[in-house]
């Protein structure tokens, strides 16, 4: 059949010209506006020969372009509808004249349309109450990983005699829950803004999103703190977490909850999580070795530089095999925080959304 602009549908596809959607199994893929408008041309008129100078005309319209730009159109079509050249299923090459829509297509299924709308913000307006709860999701699965990484600090921590360890544990884990949780507010707040639909590629808009809430909440951070303690001691630590921190930090969120959401949705949960913890994980690298630092090195900056801190972090030093907080140690707390972080969020985020759909 040929359509005429309502939602088609063709093997595990499903097309809505008029929505410019596309989903596969009910998951909404990636796809630019010229590349839509090409494969929305071919479904369009399925089983009858669409000419280059049709695609020149309708998709480029009329904007000078070589062969090689509707080559490259094609490939990438195939490529997101896992199609092949040589032995196609859904796009036929016609030599020297165009393509060919080969697949069957058929009105889509309303329970294939109900399965096609995006969970998070459905093309007639965002869906505001799915949106805080994949800001939720998120805030407290990184407030999860504050406080795993407090116990963590908490208890690998060394105090001077006579202040007792559960307090020592009790207060660092309540500073990085802390932390965390107001960092993954700010972070998730702006990829759950992202999700919604907007301009851009959707894994950059993700990203700028949580960079943007990482920016923001690491600045402030970094501000209120400094001032706390210069009022509070007469001097301040140094550098501790801030701005650049939080904004990359925020950024590999915001790519690690894309892949797990988007990029990975078909795969088990636990691959999209793995992939966003690898992303978190090379953030938490970057920092490091920019000379920046997240909640380890803070701490331990903070022991090393108040004058009478009773806290010291040395005996983690020896879980990576060095004398005292150092470089190493530094590097690989950095990341793990990175890790878990990213983790934790895409986890929270992913779960609630599959909850959704």
Same mark, same amino acid.
């Given at each position: %059949? ?12 499903? =097309? ?24 929305a ?54 030599p020297?004249?165009?393509?060919? *829509?080969?697949?069957s ?9 109900? @399965? ?6 459905p ?8 949106? +805080? ?11 999860l ?5 407090? +116990?963590?600090?908490? *208890? ?13 544990l ?9 932390? @965390? ?9 702006g ?8 301009r ?10 949580? @960079? ?5 909440i690491?600045?402030?951070?970094? +501000?209120?703190? =400094?001032?706390?303690?210069?009022? %509070? ?81 040395d005996?983690?030093?020896?879980? *990576?095999?060095?004398?005292? *907080? ?8 950095? %990341? ?22």
């Open positions: %059949m040929k359509s005429n602009g309502s939602p088609v549908q063709f093997g595990r596809f499903v =097309l809505e010209p008029a929505d410019r959607t596309l989903t596969e199994d009910g998951v909404p893929l990636d796809c630019s506006n010229r590349y839509f408008d090409a494969l041309l071919l479904v369009a008129e399925a089983g009858s020969l669409v000419t280059k100078d049709r695609f020149h005309e309708e998709v480029w319209r009329g904007v000078p372009v070589t062969d090689e730009a509707l080559t490259q159109c094609i490939r990438t079509l195939r490529r997101l509808l896992g199609d092949s050249a040589s032995d196609p299923s859904f796009i036929e090459t016609v020297k004249h165009g393509y060919r *829509f080969i697949a297509v058929e009105p889509a299924a309303p329970e294939a349309l109900r @399965a096609g709308e995006s969970w998070a913000a093309e007639s307006g965002r869906d505001w109450t799915a949106l +805080l709860q994949l800001w939720g999701a998120g805030t407290l699965g990184g407030a990983a504050g406080l795993v990484g407090g +116990l963590f600090y908490g *208890f690998g921590a060394t105090v001077t005699p006579g202040m007792g360890s559960l307090s020592v009790v207060v660092i884990a309540s500073v990085t829950l802390m932390v @965390a949780a107001l960092g993954a507010a700010a972070v998730c707040f990829i759950a803004v992202a999700e919604g639909r907007g851009g590629a959707q894994w950059m808009r993700l990203t700028l999103g949580g @960079a943007l809430g990482g920016l923001v690491g600045g402030l951070t970094r +501000l209120l703190g =400094l001032d706390a303690f210069q009022l %509070m001691l007469g001097r301040s630590p140094g550098n501790i977490t801030g701005a650049p921190e939080g904004a990359l930090l925020g950024a590999a969120v915001g790519l690690g909850v894309w892949l797990a959401l988007h990029h990975l949705a078909r795969k088990p949960v636990e691959v999209g999580v793995a992939a966003a913890g690898a992303v978190g994980a090379s953030a938490g690298l970057a920092i490091a070795l920019a000379g920046g630092r997240l909640m380890g090195g803070s701490l331990d900056l903070f022991a090393d530089r108040i004058t009478g801190s009773k806290l010291s972090l005996a983690i030093g020896g879980l *990576f095999g060095e004398n005292g *907080f150092g470089v190493f140690t530094r590097i690989a707390t950095s %990341m793990l925080e990175g890790a878990l972080f990213a983790a934790t969020i895409a986890a929270a985020m992913l779960l609630i959304a599959r909850r959704r759909v």
